[in-house]
């Protein structure tokens, strides 16, 4: 199950913290995600946990941008999410990750980003040298042997309150948009 590693951790099976911030045994979220220096769609440096997830409610998936199928239906899929979440849009952040760094520049990001409509101040596309883009996408359990193997299960969290679900990709729009609303409606008592 997603992030099986963190409740392993609350189970004292943690995995090995990267930068080695541990609370009682049990890695932190930047410790446990990483802080990954990763390269967006505009060429900007971000710290895969500081920087695109810390303090928010994302909608991660996998892309390469050769893919002639199931990527860009997906991206197009968003971009209908994106606007089934209304007024809440600007609450989500969509991420999307490489799974083919050898080919995915940030302008080539960019490129497939302007194509498919998801040129959003509020959609990060991210890309980073093999072993780091390796590194997250094994954190997020979506590492494949090869870009065309890359799982197209969406994963959706409110990173703060560490609330996570997958999320099948042929689910309409309209329910995966109520999915994030849930997760963006703060917590009772918190």
């Not at 911030?21 to 440096?45: I, M």
């Not at 980073?128 to 890359?150: C, I």
């Not at 299960?153 to 309209?174: E, F, M, Y």
């Amino acid at each position: 199950m997603l992030f099986a590693a963190l409740s392993l951790a609350h189970e004292g099976h943690a995995p090995a913290p990267v930068d080695g911030a541990v609370k009682g045994g049990v890695p932190d979220a930047r410790s446990y995600f990483t802080d990954t220096p990763l390269l967006d769609q505009h060429g900007r440096e971000r710290r895969f946990y500081s920087d695109v997830l810390a303090g928010r409610v994302v909608l991660l998936n996998v892309i390469y941008t050769r893919c002639k199928d199931a990527c860009p239906l997906i991206t197009r899929k968003l971009r209908e999410v994106r606007a089934a979440l209304g007024e809440q849009a600007g609450r989500v952040h969509f991420v999307s990750l490489s799974s083919d760094p050898g080919h995915d520049s940030p302008q080539a990001l960019k490129a497939f980003a302007a194509r498919q409509g998801a040129d959003d101040p509020n959609w990060t596309f991210l890309t980073g040298d093999k072993a780091s883009m390796e590194l997250v996408l094994a954190r997020l359990g979506q590492l494949s042997q090869t870009p065309e193997g890359h799982s197209t299960l969406l994963i959706a969290g409110d990173v703060p309150n560490k609330r996570w679900s997958k999320i099948r990709p042929d689910a309409p729009p309209a329910a995966i948009a109520q999915r994030l609303q849930l997760l963006a409606e703060p917590l009772a008592g918190r």
